[in-house]
C-alpha cells in the first residue's frame, strides 16, 4: 500500500508555485484534519489521488494561512493541526550519506538533511514532533514512527541533564529528555 502511494506521487510534477501570480478567491470548504484526513464539503477524499494533487498545490502564506492554488487562483483551505503526516521512516543510504528518509501520508518522501528541519516541542509533557516537507510545509510525526526514531537515538549527557539525539547524515536532532 505505501509502496503504490509513493509510486503515485512520485509520477506527479513539483510545480513551481511561488512563480505564480493567482487570484485570491476567498475560502473553499476544504479540511485538513489533525490525523491528516482531506475533507471536501463535509466529505472525506477518498480518491489519493486528488488528495496527492492537492497535497502539491498546498502553498502555506506567511501570515500562516494555507491556500491551494493554480496558476490563476487562490483558495483558503483549513489546516487542523499540520498538514501532512509522517507515516513512516527509514534509514537509508542516499548519494554517499547515511540518512532517515521519511514518508507522508500523501507519498511524499523527505530526506533528512537540514538542520532545522526536524523540530520536537513537548506540549503537556507529549512530544509534537514535526519535519519540514518542503517550502514550510510542515508534517506531524505519528506516533509509531516516533517511537522508532527514539529507539534509534544516542543518550547525550548534558549539564541540563541527558536528553536522546537522533543522527542523520552529519546532523544531530535533539528528540527529547533521556
Known amino acids: 500500500m505505501l509502496e503504490q502511494l509513493v509510486a503515485q506521487a512520485q509520477k506527479l510534477p513539483n510545480y513551481d508555485l511561488n512563480s505564480w501570480q493567482p487570484q485570491f478567491n476567498g475560502d473553499i470548504d476544504l479540511i485538513i484534519t ?4 482531506w475533507f471536501h ?8 489521488k486528488i488528495m496527492q494533487l492537492f497535497a502539491r498545490l498546498l502553498q502555506r502564506q ?20 499540520l498538514p501532512f503526516v509522517i507515516v513512516a521512516a527509514d534509514y537509508v543510504h542516499h ?26 516541542t513537548y506540549n503537556s509533557e507529549q512530544p509534537q514532533p514535526r519535519v519540514c516537507v518542503r517550502d514550510g510545509l510542515w ?13 534509534a537515538c544516542e543518550v547525550v549527557e548534558t ?15 535533539y528528540i527529547g529528555p533521556a
Do not use: C
Request: no cysteine; glycine share 10%; hydrophobic share 35%.
Open 34 to 37: 489533525a490525523d491528516g484526513t
Open 41 to 48: 464539503e463535509g466529505s472525506a477524499i477518498v480518491k489519493t
Open 62 to 81: 506567511a501570515n500562516g494561512d494555507y491556500w491551494i492554488i493554480t496558476p490563476t487562483e487562490a483558495f483558503r483551505i483549513t489546516v487542523e493541526d
Open 95 to 120: 548519494e554517499g550519506v547515511d540518512l532517515w528518509q521519511f514518508t507522508t501520508n500523501t507519498g511524499d518522501q523527505i530526506y533528512l538533511s537540514q538542520l532545522d528541519q526536524l523540530v520536537v
Open 139 to 151: 508534517g506531524r510525526i505519528n506516533r509509531a514512527v516516533f517511537y522508532q526514531l527514539a529507539l
Open 159 to 173: 549539564t541540563h541533564g541527558d536528553h536522546a539525539e537522533l543522527t542523520s547524515g552529519p546532523h544531530r536532532y
